[in-house]
């Protein structure tokens, strides 16, 4: 079945700090890749996606490319803040056979990320 | 409302007792999900709901658990027997259209079985 695997944490950086979570995956179909942040006391939010191989999903000077030929899909920043700090999920939908999907997530088991002023 | 609401947010049960825990979807969305995240874990798919059809319960653990959404709109999940593994974090979350595209979240009911 499909799987996400995640670096372990906690990772704790100084703000201004270059960030780069691991993600890697496996998938029978053709996944669509995602990455969740969860900020304390608060509900799970998408932060970025990509649909296809080689896309670049961005936002809020987050990104994280879909390389398929590594299976991989890591989540960059190039400065964070200390309100940066939460919980990063990466994430797939997998398409079955016919190229249609319902919207099923599967998870990797979460990254903690704390910065520091 | 403006997103997915969740209820209650916290619940303690005894061991052996009947919850059910609440989600309001966006106003209109198709499709709702639930999860549910153990401590530490990523959130794990239960069943999901196309309008008022629950067209897959593949991860719903046990038969103590029930989930319906009888006018496609909120629903409901019923977990029987509580026993202390089931204590988690149970998510919903909804979305439209179907297929690809971004899933809403609520906050979630976080249930102790003591």
């Known amino acids: 079945g499909d799987s996400v695997t995640q670096m372990e944490g906690p990772v704790t950086l100084s703000e201004e700090a270059f960030l780069t979570i691991n993600c890697t995956y496996t998938?029978?179909?053709?996944?669509?890749l995602f990455w969740y942040v969860q900020y304390p006391g608060e509900g799970l939010q998408l932060l970025l996606k990509?649909?296809?191989?080689?896309d670049k999903g961005s936002n809020k000077g987050f990104e994280a490319t879909y390389r398929k030929e590594t299976t991989s899909f890591h989540l960059e920043k190039g400065s964070v803040q200390v309100s940066d700090s939460a919980v990063y999920f990466c994430a797939l939908i997998t398409a079955n056979a016919g190229g249609t999907s319902y919207g099923k997530l599967t998870f990797g088991q979460g990254t903690i990320l704390t910065v520091h002023p | 409302g403006a997103g997915v609401s969740q209820s209650p947010r916290y619940k303690v049960a005894k061991r052996g007792q009947d919850v059910a825990l609440r989600c309001d979807p966006i106003s209109g969305h198709v499709s709702l999900f639930w999860y549910q995240q153990a401590l530490g874990q990523g959130p794990e798919f239960l069943t999901y709901?196309?309008?008022?059809?629950?067209?897959?319960k593949s991860g719903l653990p046990s038969d103590r658990f029930f989930a319906e959404r009888p006018e496609g709109s909120v629903s409901t999940l019923k977990i029987q027997r509580t026993q202390q593994e089931d204590s988690a974090v149970y998510l919903c979350?909804?979305?439209?259209?179907?297929?690809?595209?971004?899933?809403?979240f609520g906050q979630g009911t976080r249930l102790t079985v003591v």
């Open positions: 998938a029978t179909g053709y996944p669509s």
């Open positions: 990509a649909t296809k191989a080689d």
């Open positions: 979350a909804s979305s439209f259209p179907r297929g690809r595209t971004e899933a809403f």
């Open positions: 709901f196309q309008n008022e059809a629950q067209l897959d």
